[in-house]
């Protein structure tokens, strides 16, 4: 069993910028594929970055290109979401996710909010 739980969620203004963390108390991620994902108010979590066991794959949903980026620290076996220029739209709230497989998400954290005024 893997327990994830992110920290780093707040209030913004348009233009700011968050860093969102995640961790595994008593778990190595090394080894499992890590993402984070999003859900808006009344709208389905939907897919933000995606980052492979190995560091050598990372995906974005469009949306975030350019100004999200996600990264791990193994030794501290946190993963982050470095979030720049946010907009009101990234409003929701953010979850990290492992995958053994990179297609299966079975391992959530309890999901961090962050809201963005304008």
């Known amino acids: 069993q893997v327990q994830l739980v992110e920290s780093g969620g707040g209030l913004v203004q348009a233009g700011g910028s968050l860093r969102l963390s995640c961790a595994a108390p008593?778990?190595?991620?090394?080894?499992?594929?890590k993402g984070w994902f999003r859900q808006a108010p009344g709208k389905e979590r939907e897919f933000v970055a995606t980052?492979?066991?190995?560091?050598?794959?990372?995906h974005y949903v469009d949306s975030v290109k350019g100004r999200f980026t996600i990264s791990r620290d193994s030794a501290k076996n946190t993963v982050y979401l470095q979030m720049n220029n946010l907009k009101p739209e990234d409003t929701g709230v953010y979850y990290c996710?492992?995958?053994?497989?990179?297609?299966?998400?079975?391992?959530w954290g309890q999901g961090t909010q962050v809201t963005v005024s304008s």
């Open positions: 008593g778990r190595t991620l090394v080894a499992y594929d």
């Open positions: 980052l492979n066991w190995s560091g050598s794959s990372i």
């Open positions: 996710a492992a995958s053994t497989d990179g297609s299966n998400w079975g391992y």
